[in-house]
T-cell receptor, first 116, second 113 residues
Framework: AQKITQTQPGMFVQEKEAVTLDCTYD???????LFWYKQPSSGEMIFLIY??????QNATEGRYSLNFQKARKSANLVISASQLGDSAMYFC?????????????FGTGTRLQVFP | SQTIHQWPATLVQPVGSPLSLECTVE??????LYWYRQAAGRGLQLLFY??????ISSEVPQNLSASRPQDRQFILSSKKLLLSDSGFYLC????????????FGSGTRLTVV
């Protein structure tokens, strides 16, 4: 079964508008972490934002915010005021396990295209 | 400063040839290290991870192997490449358990011909 599910293969958004990228996860571990990464065409993986399973508040990093709904097991990324440079692949990932076994598992990604 | 190096950036290898990709980390000790593969237009698949020298965990049965001969060195190998081994290989290390905890190398684009 998929541990991380991203149901949107592609999304379009107009410049300066906000966009939400969906992510749901599946785990029985009470301690886990959720990440979003951006991958431009160059291939590099750029860390955007992190949410811990015990964090009470939703994470925010500049124009990025994570809408964490624990009961629904969802961790959607919200990008406000989209810019042309935001066009890229976006991956949701989950960390499971303790210090000796932790792994970062990725979803299949969403390709975001920002148009003028 | 803490950095991760991965090389080569691109590689074209014939079927049946051996493979060795190297990843090194600087500025830290005893990091958790990871090898991922990304097929064209797809997500990242975890191949191997290591929590210490000589300790390798394999996630997916395949034609590849990994080794960690030194604390900050992680090597991905194959004795005989297959066409299906083509892809984008990324090394990563875990800085800490929280924000920004995983940093990725710049990747190696492998094409098996």
């Amino acid at each position: 079964a998929q541990k991380i599910t991203q149901t949107q293969p592609g999304m379009f958004v107009q410049e300066k508008e906000a966009v939400t990228l969906d992510c749901t996860y599946d785990t029985s571990d009470p301690s886990y972490g959720l990440f979003w990464y951006k991958q431009p065409s160059s291939g590099e993986m750029i860390f955007l934002i992190y949410q811990g399973s015990y964090d009470q508040q939703n994470a925010t990093e500049g124009r990025y915010s994570l809408n964490f709904q624990k009961a629904r097991k969802s961790a959607n990324l919200v990008i406000s005021a989209s810019q042309l440079g935001d066009s890229a692949m976006y991956f949701c990932a989950m960390r499971e396990g303790d210090r000796n076994t932790d792994k970062l598992i990725f979803g299949t990604g969403t390709r975001l295209q920002v148009f003028p | 400063s803490q950095t991760i190096h991965q090389w080569p950036a691109t590689l074209v290898q014939p079927v049946g040839s051996p493979l060795s990709l190297e990843c090194t980390v600087e500025g830290t000790s005893n990091p958790n290290l990871y090898w991922y593969r990304q097929a064209a237009g797809r997500g990242l698949q975890l191949l191997f991870y290591s929590v210490g020298i000589g300790q390798i965990s394999s996630e997916v049965p395949q034609n590849l192997s990994a080794s960690r001969p030194q604390d900050r060195q992680f090597i991905l190998s194959s004795k005989k490449l297959l066409l299906s081994d083509s892809g984008f290989y990324l090394c990563a290390w875990r800085r800490d358990a929280r924000a920004g905890g995983y940093t990725f190398g710049s990747g190696t684009r492998l094409t098996v011909v």
